[in-house]
């Protein structure tokens, strides 16, 4: 079965930081990947994807994720933050049937 | 062009009452998925139509809910005699091909509170 966990429900980091928000995914096939942003009283926006081809994926708003099979981990980084990036983030796994299934979301605050 | 749209965006109901929620996915887009936000929670999966067949409905919560996409476009997701664990956001999204690498587009969702 799929799952996602997501670790640390709120990241705090300076403006100019590197943001680093972790993702570990259990899957008993290749996982499709993906890494969700959610603004206040919006919906959610992919940042980027992972389909099994190469290996680090870039997204967009300077965003970009690795998978590392042996780690089982997707983490997605920023080199260096903007208080626009301030908004709560998803990563989630591809399960069977096409439905997402999430982890619980890491809020992500910018401090100027 | 225009994205997935939901309406309405906010919906107070009283307990017992029954409510409708409606998404208009991306025009062509073959699948579209229904998901069930708690407040500070991930969206959990509810239900998923290819084109106008229901194909997955395993995490509807009871038989309450009911989800229907009659022409395979405008999708309805109805909860009758609605309880006070309703209350969440309520998330729509598609895609364009029923492929698992596909991109699904979120709607801004339905706030449903029941009181």
């Known amino acids: 079965a799929q799952s996602v966990t997501q670790l640390g429900s709120h990241v705090s980091v300076s403006e100019g930081a590197l943001v680093l928000l972790r993702c570990n995914y259990s899957?008993?096939?290749?996982?499709?990947l993906f890494w969700y942003v959610q603004y206040p009283n919006q919906g959610l926006q992919l940042l980027l994807k992972?389909?099994?081809?190469?290996?680090l994926v870039k997204g967009i708003n300077g965003f970009e994720a690795e998978f590392k099979k042996s780690e089982t981990s997707f983490h997605l980084t920023k080199p260096s933050a903007h208080m626009s990036d301030a908004a709560e983030y998803f990563c989630a796994v591809r399960k069977y049937g096409n439905k997402l299934v999430f982890g619980a979301g890491t809020i992500l605050r910018v401090k100027s | 062009g225009a994205g997935v749209s939901q309406s309405p965006r906010y919906k107070v109901a009283k307990r017992g009452q029954d409510v409708a929620l409606r998404c208009d996915p991306i025009s062509g887009h073959v699948s579209l998925f229904w998901y069930q936000q708690a407040l500070g929670q991930g969206p959990e999966f509810l239900t998923y139509f290819q084109n106008e067949a229901q194909l997955d409905k395993s995490g509807l919560p009871s038989d309450r809910f009911f989800a229907e996409r009659p022409e395979g476009s405008v999708s309805t997701l109805k909860i009758q005699r609605t309880q006070q664990e309703d209350s969440a956001v309520y998330l729509c999204?598609?895609?364009?091909?029923?492929?698992?690498?596909?991109?699904?587009?979120f709607g801004p969702g339905t706030r449903l509170l029941v009181l």
């Open positions: 899957s008993s096939v290749p996982p499709y």
């Open positions: 992972y389909t099994s081809a190469a290996t």
């Open positions: 999204a598609s895609s364009s091909r029923d492929r698992a690498e596909e991109t699904q587009y």
